[in-house]
């Protein structure tokens, strides 16, 4: 069986996210609405999606739609989604999940009374270079683990982009920041216990709006966190670092492993790199998703999850001194 999705937006992520996903597994593109219907015809006509819808309310009401992929604007994650949820229709959205913890919830309880099923897209989780990572750190390979480091970093977007917006819940920790965090959350579900943030440091490019945002985080098992998250970089950059007494380990691209698939291993016996394949994490996200839909199997995140995450966005924004979205 294969899904129909309906996209919202004709955003550039959609193609990675998407896009190659729904060709490489069999997945149908149904229909894409944009504010400009010029842009939804030419992502349509690009992409090969079946038709191009008037607005957004068209393609959550689709009955040719079984699920809905939202990449919009951070702060119409959660209004959209909630249009979804009310027809009753599963969604696939981008993180981050909401604007804030509050709202978040509010998705949350809506979506489990109505019995609705919506993933947060934290495509990194699904890919086996992640997933080495975190059993790396688990297993003792590297002995006990004292530090924990994810570092990410991009080129400034255009001045008019959404990230750089209060209004649309923009900014390097909303953006970024939120895999940094949630990465702290699967480490400490499987290992360090769960983390606590103990400070936060950024810096405003727009009243608000974080252009960089550092976040410092601390495990009962003793061991420390650092996320780092640049929107003024000048390049791209994602990595994780996970530091024991026996030795360390880094992902060097944990968001594009299609383009870099290593894990490089350091201990006492020798340095080694693994290769976990190209595939893209889009593709497992989709495929673990489908499955979900379609089969009823689990996904490894859920609502609570969504919740969680959202608050640890509020709590780092606090302790930066900037209000939360």
């Not at 989709?286 to 509020?314: S, T, W």
């Amino acid at each position: 069986m294969s899904l129909r999705i309906g996209v919202l937006g004709a955003s550039r992520i959609a193609e990675h996210a998407i896009v190659g996903p729904a060709h490489e597994l069999g997945h149908r593109l149904v229909v894409v609405a944009a504010r400009d219907p010029q842009r939804a015809k030419e992502f349509a006509d690009t992409h090969g999606v079946e038709r191009v819808a008037t607005g957004y309310a068209d393609v959550i009401d689709d009955p040719e739609v079984d699920v809905v992929y939202n990449p919009l604007a951070n702060a119409l994650h959660a209004p959209w989604n909630l249009a979804a949820i009310t027809v009753g229709k599963p969604v696939l959205t981008e993180k981050p999940f909401a604007r804030n913890r509050s709202e978040a919830q509010t998705v949350a309880d809506a979506a489990g009374r109505a019995g609705v099923s919506v993933l947060e897209g934290f495509h990194y989780l699904f890919h086996p270079v992640n997933q080495r990572i975190f059993e790396l750190a688990a297993d003792g390979a590297l002995g006990e683990i004292h530090t924990v480091e994810v570092r990410m970093a991009m080129p400034a977007p255009d001045a008019g982009d959404p990230r750089w917006s209060l209004e649309l819940a923009g900014g390097a920790l909303m953006d970024l920041g939120c895999y940094g965090l949630h990465i702290m959350r699967q480490l400490g579900a499987r290992t360090l216990g769960r983390p606590e943030i103990t400070a936060a440091h950024a810096s405003q490019r727009n009243p608000g709006v974080d252009e960089w945002c550092d976040v410092e985080l601390s495990f009962p098992s003793g061991a420390t966190g650092l996320s780092t998250n640049s929107m003024i970089a000048d390049d791209f950059s994602f990595t994780i670092k996970v530091v024991g007494t026996e030795g360390d380990a880094m992902v060097h691209d944990f968001i594009r492993p299609h383009i870099d698939d290593r894990i490089t291993i350091r201990t006492p016996a020798g340095t080694s790199v693994e290769n976990l394949g190209t595939r893209s994490s889009y593709s497992y996200q989709l495929e673990a998703f489908a499955a979900h839909v379609l089969n009823g199997a689990v996904l490894p995140i859920g609502l609570d999850d969504a919740v969680q995450n959202m608050r640890f966005v509020d709590t780092a924004y606090r302790a930066a001194g900037l209000p939360p979205r």
